[in-house]
């Protein structure tokens, strides 16, 4: 070959292996002279990548870095976050992706993924015919309204489909070469995006309505015209949209909402250790969750639906909920609440296994003071709104207070566990949303178990493109929760955290997978296997970060 191959292969990052090209690879594609003599190993870049990523000053720069290492080496990249993944997940993902999307104009370098526009509503199959990649097992997609705790990015929140998909390859080892992220750039009602002359979205406030109804039907009838039998994630929609799309698409097309089903498995998966360590069963808990969007009814329904199939009648399953929004308790006389959440509203805070009420407008320290909960989960983006006063007013009733505070990022946590730790005297059982380092309590180190949808959506993907499932079902993401559940360390040590460690992912979706594939078949929409095909299937999708001979 000549040399005219050298743009084609040294600029194409899912090919290019920069200083590790061999002799002969050099000599036969014309790259003597491009590059530097020395040929260094996976392993010597991976080594000079991460001591240029540990110069960074800041988790936004290390976030550039990165990602100007993926638009230049995808095995490379990939192989360092394998590598140092405890390290490098909160720079690719929550909190530093949040802070991405916020600067999402100010750091661009080069496009990734794609951006529909609202204004070429009528050419979205073209657009996705523009793709880079030929074939699709999974796409990433989010109207970027509600990203994490933050709010409106518009185009911006492209950053987080890329992310996600970056932690689909590291840790559920789906071929990067097959994934997709993709925003639908409806606008903005963010003035400070609209008014910033840097901004690269569409510059019109968000569509809404009939509208936008259209334009996500659009985009579906594009994906099953181009891309049949891809899965689709929703990810990061605003409440008003988020169940509605899922509620609408997911008998139609292969497809999950990661926020309200992933956050709902892992969520689930920590109280399925907690509750284990307390010596209780799930169907004993009194359960108050502060928030009442998607992701919080998404909890609700999987813990509630999960009590039922452990013999609980489903109207009592129902009262072991306490749910408290911004205008206080859920209550039936309430007439500003979803379907969604009328299925939790109360005639009062209390019932036959508590000991109090709490009237309409309750805040969540009155509800907690009557009705005692053994679990307090927090989906609410309210920073620190599980104060002192509340929490000691939970640990006062119970020996070991579950308390997971699941908000994202890091600044929107509902509490510091340090302080959850000292308020219960190290009587708490917690897991939180976005990642906290260890704490100290009592001389002793206290690893902080992170309730992430990471657990969860990776080996989601890989059992649904191993299984070939058509869709994405409740059992399915059930069983990915029992999975996650049922690897808790806090199951053969009471001291240990909710969760297993960053460092054990990988093995978790593997695991995950497997569940979710098995699932699949027993939901009857995917082929009929046995389950040592379907983990011989699992093993020959799984990629892996290294250079093909």
Known sequence: MSSVQYPQILEDPLRNRGTAFTEEQRRVLG?????????????????????????????LDKYVNLRELRDTNVVLYYRLLVEHLEEVLPIVYTPTV?????????????????????????????????RRQPEVDVIVVTDGERILGLGDQGAGGLGIPI??????????????????????????????????????????????GA?????????????????????????????????????????????????????AAVALAALIGATSVAGQSLAEQ???????????????DEVRH?????????????RRFWMVDIDGLLTSDRRD?????????????????????????????????????????????????FTEEVVRAMAAHVDRPIILPLSNPTARSEADPGDLLRWTDGRVLMATGSPFPAVEYEGQPVRVAQSNNVYVFPGVGLGVVAAQAARVTDGMLHAAARAVGGLSPALTDPHAPLLPPITALRDVAQEVA???????????VAPQRDEDDLRERIARAHWSPEYAD
Request: with cysteine.
């Open 31 to 59: 790259l003597d002279g491009l590059l530097p003599p020395a040929i260094e190993t996976l392993e010597d870049q991976v080594t000079r990548a991460y001591e240029v990523f540990r110069r960074r000053s800041s988790d």
């Open 98 to 130: 949040g802070l991405a999307c916020q600067r999402f104009h100010r750091i661009f370098r080069r496009p990734r993924g794609l951006t529909l526009s609202y204004p070429m509503r009528d050419r979205l199959p073209e657009l996705l015919r523009n």
């Open 163 to 208: 992310g996600k998909l970056a932690l689909y390859t590291a840790i559920g080892g789906l071929d990067p070469s097959r994934t997709l992220p993709i925003v639908l750039d409806v606008g903005t009602n963010n003035r400070s995006r609209l008014d910033d002359p840097g901004y690269l979205g569409w510059r019109h406030e968000r569509v809404s």
């Open 211 to 263: 509208d936008y109804d259209a334009f996500v039907e659009a985009f579906v009838e594009a994906v099953e015209l181009e891309l049949p039998g891809v899965l689709v994630q929703w990810e990061d929609f605003a409440s008003t949209n988020a169940r509605p799309i899922l509620d609408r698409y997911r008998h139609r097309i292969c497809s999950f909402n990661d926020d309200i089903q992933g956050t």
């Open 286 to 300: 009194r359960i108050v969750i502060l928030g009442a969007g998607s992701a919080a009814i998404g909890v609700a």
């Open 306 to 318: 999960t009590m039922i199939e452990e013999g609980l009648d489903p109207d009592e399953a129902r």
């Open 337 to 385: 609440l979803t379907a969604a959440q009328a299925v939790y509203a109360r005639d009062d805070a209390g019932s036959d296994t508590a000991p109090g009420t709490a009237a309409r407008g309750a805040g969540l320290a009155d509800v907690v003071r009557a009705v005692r909960p053994t679990a307090l989960i927090g989906l609410s983006t309210a920073t620190g709104a």
């Open 514 to 524: 497997l569940a979710v594939a098995c699932a699949a078949v027993d939901d009857g």
